[in-house]
């Protein structure tokens, strides 16, 4: 199986900045797409950013020129570049990912998520 961990989270005041980090584990094959979420308190879950396997990038409008995602094939690890944070990203951040095993083709694997609060 495979196991997803995101890290990094926390609090940080308006304009700060977090860099949140998203570690898979287990029989894992290969990698593909890997994105980022978030949820904030009585709205649905929202694409933030995606990084495909040949590293290129998308962001949701509101996080463009602000978030960048990056990956480290190598350790199986995506992160997200969170700069001049607003109150408005406060958000538990989820980490997607789609990966192959050993056993099975490419399937969705979803992180426990990873709380940021932004103060004002």
């Known amino acids: 199986q495979v196991q997803v961990v995101e890290s990094g989270g926390g609090l940080v005041q308006a304009g700060g900045s977090l860099r949140l980090s998203c570690a898979a584990s287990?029989?894992?094959?290969?990698?593909?797409?890997m994105y980022w979420y978030r949820q904030a308190p009585g709205t649905q879950r929202e694409l933030v950013a995606s990084?495909?396997?040949?590293?290129?990038?998308n962001y949701a409008d509101a996080v463009k020129g602000r978030f960048t995602a990056s990956r480290d094939n190598a350790k199986n690890t995506v992160y997200l570049q969170m700069n001049s944070l607003k109150p408005e990203d406060t958000a538990v951040y989820y980490c997607n990912i789609f990966a192959q095993t050993y056993r099975s083709g490419y399937r969705s694997y979803w992180g426990q998520g990873t709380q940021v609060t932004v103060s004002s």
């Open positions: 287990g029989s894992i094959y290969s990698i593909g797409a």
């Open positions: 990084i495909s396997s040949g590293e290129s990038t």
